[in-house]
């Protein structure tokens, strides 16, 4: 896809940010976000969108398996493709200040690959 083709379909996007959030559940024993932190993560991001009346469109969802199990608990906002992860409800809440309402990536708890 060239250069010109890309900015033309960022720009038709439904949502300014879309979070979305792992809420994999694996097997016993094996490291993994889990399903129980990522649905609870899910809803207070979408109770702060909600409150926070924003002028930007944004959207919050489960997701399945985000492949950074290692880092998890994870989320991944686009269209940036920011990953963060070892993610607490401190650090959800900052993400979503920081990030999501004032457009800076919280480096501390961003995912480097």
Known sequence: MGQSAFLHHSASMKYDKHI???????????KCCGEEFGMETVNRLRAKIK????????RAQR??????CAFGP??????????YGSLTTEAVDRI????????KVVEELEIKF
């Not at 979305?20 to 094996?30: D, H, I, L, P, R």
């Not at 979503?96 to 457009?103: L, N």
């Open 20 to 30: 979305f959030v792992c809420t994999n559940q694996k097997a016993e024993g094996k």
């Open 63 to 68: 997701a399945g398996c985000l492949d950074v």
């Open 74 to 83: 994870a989320l991944v906002v686009y269209p940036e493709g920011t990953f």
């Open 96 to 103: 979503f200040e920081e990030h999501i309402c004032a457009g």
């Open 51 to 58: 409150e926070a009346n924003l002028p930007i469109q944004v």
